[in-house]
């Protein structure tokens, strides 16, 4: 909240630190809208004074003299713009100045360089809050420079006209005014509602190739669909009260120039002529009903741009903190996971898999988790990656909540993995460019002899003929190439004997970043150097040796007390 009135303490900034900008804004409005003063006398003038009074010459000067002042008044525009431009661009320097420094500042919380990504998103915000500023001002000051003059204009061409169209004109004002909020509200929500389809939608594009191979056409249709739809439903509900707008316009803009003809006769009588009548309603027509519809049409779509931008720049701006955070782990680690009181469900009735949870794991650690089948461990690595939202509680990773982090910053290799036709090459570098030779990712991971069977780094695979082993091996080499800093890995071994998975592990661990093993092997645990115990609401964490001192299931999964019948190496009875 505090963040979000910084932003807006930007704004207020903006439209008042230079007096003289202010000044000269004003000026050269004044110049810009002397047309709207003039128009309405000079047409009577030309009309009442030249051509109807047999003088064609005084008429055709009342229209050069118009014609002057519409040439001054596009040199005033000029000026204008020239004007809201220094006003909105020290605002952009500024928020820009703030979301790369919120950035950094993120990214030096997380231990990482800050991603140029992060930072391009941050600054579209900024260039969209700086545009939005713009459109707000130049609308806003547009309408009132123009109402002002065509008032004046109205009151020295014939004060009687005023309690004709003012009436009508402050109706339409006030109804605009009321109608603003729900406005807004429903504007802003299909602006979100329509960022969520492009979102969803080039997710879906983005991942055709893995949809296709894991065959989630179906998930992946439905949420593209939940999306349209709701953007459809969000669309429906603007479109009311769009309809609002209408009504606003007929009010204000156009019921005037009906009580303005409807008043002719009034008019006539107290010995208000016809060319006045025609000023009048050139005032009303070419001046005051431009400006209104551009105040209503422009204010509620610019008002509410830079609402939800300035919304998005303050999120980017400071540390994400909706909730008290817990202590950070002993030692002074910085935690680069950090999870506190999460809980999910599958359902809302459901009961939750994961409940208040609390987590911190460095920047560069190492970490096992370890509990029976079905406690909720794939589920956790789900939340941890950002692919499903805790019901409550927060994520965050490098300080970002996991659903917004940039995806090059993590990558989760699921049980069944995943390979697709094409070069071992392209399988492996599908994560971007790699950051070490692909010959070493090979050797690392333990797939350098299925490489060299397969022909090398650039020869065609076809996946089928792999085994589910082979497949893991790819997808462990793709995943070490990745530039990501938190790599997951659900039981993306478990196919692996126990040397290769400890030869991949291993690397893992050495590879820089952090590293979540779900594991499938209790020597996955001994390995690293934290392990989280899932046991259904009871979660306890610590070091092996501390675990199997303490927690009798753990003691048992390791083999120390192992029940009849379980193979003590395959904790997960499956
Ligand atoms: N998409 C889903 N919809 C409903 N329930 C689900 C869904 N996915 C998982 N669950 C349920 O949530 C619980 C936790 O599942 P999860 O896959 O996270 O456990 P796990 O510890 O990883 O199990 P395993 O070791 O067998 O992979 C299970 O009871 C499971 O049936």
């Given at each position: 909240?505090?963040?979000?009135?910084?932003?807006?303490?930007e704004?207020?900034?903006?439209?008042?630190?230079?007096?003289?900008l202010?000044?000269?804004?004003?000026?050269?409005?004044?110049?810009?809208?002397?047309?709207?003063?003039?128009?309405?006398?000079?047409?009577?003038?030309?009309?009442?004074?030249?051509?109807?009074?047999?003088?064609?010459?005084?008429?055709?000067?009342?229209?050069?003299?118009?014609?002057?002042?519409?040439?001054?008044?596009?040199?005033?525009?000029?000026?204008?713009?020239l004007?809201?431009?220094?006003?909105?661009?020290?605002?952009?320097?500024?928020?820009?100045?703030?979301?790369?420094?919120?950035?950094?500042?993120?990214?030096?919380?997380?231990?990482?360089?800050?991603?140029?990504?992060?930072?391009?998103r941050?600054?579209?915000?900024?260039?969209?809050?700086?545009?939005?500023?713009?459109?707000?001002?130049?609308?806003?000051?547009?309408?009132?420079?123009?109402?002002?003059?065509?008032?004046?204009?109205?009151?020295?061409?014939?004060?009687?006209?005023?309690?004709?169209?003012?009436p009508?004109?402050?109706?339409?004002?006030?109804?605009?005014?009321?109608?603003?909020?729900?406005?807004?509200?429903?504007?802003?929500?299909?602006?979100?509602?329509?960022?969520?389809?492009?979102a969803?939608?080039?997710?879906?594009?983005?991942?055709?190739?893995?949809?296709?191979?894991?065959?989630?056409?179906?998930?992946?249709?439905?949420?593209?669909?939940?999306?349209?739809?709701?953007?459809?439903a969000?669309?429906?509900?603007?479109?009311?009260?769009?309809?609002?707008?209408?009504?606003?316009?007929?009010?204000?803009?156009?019921?005037?120039?009906?009580?303005?003809?409807?008043?002719?006769?009034?008019?006539?009588?107290?010995?208000?002529?016809?060319?006045?009548?025609?000023?009048?309603?050139?005032?009303?027509?070419?001046?005051?009903?431009?400006?209104?519809?551009?105040?209503?049409?422009?204010?509620?779509?610019?008002?509410?741009?830079?609402?939800?931008?300035?919304?998005?720049?303050?999120?980017?701006?400071?540390?994400?903190?909706?909730?008290?955070?817990?202590?950070?782990?002993?030692?002074?680690?910085?935690?680069?996971?950090?999870?506190?009181?999460?809980?999910?469900?599958?359902g809302?009735?459901?009961?939750?898999?994961?409940?208040?949870?609390?987590?911190?794991?460095?920047?560069?650690?190492?970490?096992?988790?370890?509990?029976?089948?079905?406690?909720?461990k794939?589920?956790?690595?789900?939340?941890?990656?950002?692919?499903?939202?805790?019901?409550?509680?927060?994520?965050?990773?490098?300080?970002?909540?996991?659903?917004?982090?940039?995806?090059?910053?993590?990558?989760?290799?699921?049980?069944?993995?995943?390979?697709?036709?094409?070069?071992?090459?392209?399988?492996?570098?599908?994560?971007?460019?790699p950051?070490?030779?692909?010959?070493?990712?090979?050797?690392?991971?333990?797939?350098?002899?299925?490489?060299?069977?397969?022909?090398?780094?650039?020869?065609?695979?076809?996946?089928?003929?792999?085994?589910?082993?082979?497949?893991?091996?790819?997808?462990?080499?793709?995943?070490?190439?990745?530039?990501?800093?938190?790599?997951?890995?659900?039981?993306?071994?478990?196919?692996l004997?126990?040397?290769?998975?400890?030869?991949?592990?291993?690397?893992?661990?050495?590879?820089?970043?952090?590293?979540?093993?779900?594991?499938?092997?209790?020597?996955?645990?001994?390995?690293?150097?934290?392990?989280?115990?899932?046991?259904?609401?009871?979660?306890?964490?610590?070091?092996?040796?501390?675990?199997?001192?303490?927690?009798?299931?753990?003691?048992?999964?390791?083999?120390?007390?192992?029940?009849?019948?379980?193979?003590?190496?395959?904790?997960?009875?499956?």
């Open positions: 909240m505090a963040r979000r009135r910084g932003a807006r303490r704004v207020v900034r903006a439209l008042t630190a230079d007096p003289r202010l000044a000269r804004l004003a000026g050269w409005s004044v110049l810009e809208a002397a047309p709207a003063l003039l128009l309405g006398q000079a047409v009577a003038r030309a009309i009442g004074d030249g051509f109807a009074a047999g003088r064609p010459w005084t008429g055709a000067a009342w229209l050069a003299v118009l014609g002057a002042v519409w040439v001054a008044a596009a040199y005033g525009a000029r000026q204008v713009v004007a809201v431009a220094a006003m909105v661009e020290p605002f952009r320097e500024r928020l820009t100045a703030r979301v790369v420094a919120g950035t950094i500042r993120s990214a030096a919380a997380a231990g990482r360089p800050p991603g140029s990504a992060a930072v391009a941050s600054t579209l915000q900024v260039e969209l809050a700086r545009d939005a500023l713009a459109a707000v001002v130049m609308v806003v000051r547009g309408f009132l420079f123009t109402a002002v003059s065509v008032v004046a204009g109205l009151l020295a061409l014939e004060p009687r006209l005023l309690p004709v169209v003012l009508p004109f402050a109706a339409g004002l006030a109804l605009f005014a009321l109608s603003l909020p729900a406005l807004a509200r429903r504007q802003r929500a299909y602006l979100l509602a329509d960022e969520r389809t492009a969803a939608t080039g997710d879906v594009a983005a991942g055709l190739r893995d949809i296709t191979a894991c065959g989630a056409e179906d998930r992946a249709e439905a949420a593209a669909g939940r999306a349209v739809a709701a953007q459809a969000a669309g429906r509900r603007l479109a009311r009260v769009t309809a609002l707008r209408t009504a606003v316009l007929a009010v204000g803009a156009w019921a005037p120039v009906l009580a303005l003809l409807a008043a002719v006769p009034w008019l006539r009588d107290h010995g208000v002529g016809p060319a006045v009548v025609v000023g009048a309603l050139a005032y009303l027509t070419q001046s005051l009903i431009p400006a209104f519809t551009g105040l209503v049409e422009g204010l509620g779509v610019s008002a509410v741009r830079l609402g939800v931008a300035l919304g998005r720049i303050a999120e980017t701006a400071g540390p994400v903190q909706r909730h008290a955070l817990p202590p950070i782990s002993a030692g002074g680690d910085v935690p680069h996971v950090l999870l506190h009181g999460v809980t999910y469900a599958y809302p009735h459901a009961a939750p898999v994961v409940d208040g949870l609390d987590l911190t794991v460095p920047a560069g650690g190492h970490l096992a988790v370890v509990g029976p089948s079905g406690i909720g794939s589920t956790l690595a789900a939340l941890i990656t950002g692919t499903r939202r805790p019901g409550a509680g927060l994520v965050l990773v490098g300080g970002v909540p996991a659903d917004r982090l940039d995806p090059a910053e993590r990558v989760l290799i699921p049980q069944e993995a995943y390979v697709f036709a094409g070069t071992l090459r392209a399988n492996l570098c599908y994560h971007g460019p950051s070490v030779p692909v010959e070493e990712a090979l050797a690392a991971v333990g797939a350098d002899a299925l490489a060299d069977r397969l022909g090398g780094p650039d020869a065609e695979i076809d996946p089928r003929a792999l085994s589910a082993g082979e497949r893991q091996l790819v997808a462990l080499a793709r995943a070490y190439l990745s530039p990501a800093r938190l790599v997951v890995l659900d039981e993306a071994t478990c196919h004997d126990p040397a290769a998975e400890a030869r991949a592990e291993e690397a893992f661990a050495r590879r820089p970043g952090t590293l979540i093993v779900i594991a499938h092997r209790i020597s996955s645990a001994r390995r690293a150097r934290a392990v989280l115990l899932m046991d259904g609401t009871d979660v306890r964490s610590g070091t092996h040796d501390a675990l199997v001192a303490t927690a009798p299931l753990y003691a048992d999964l390791a083999g120390h007390r192992p029940p009849p019948g379980r193979d003590p190496e395959r904790e997960h009875a499956r």
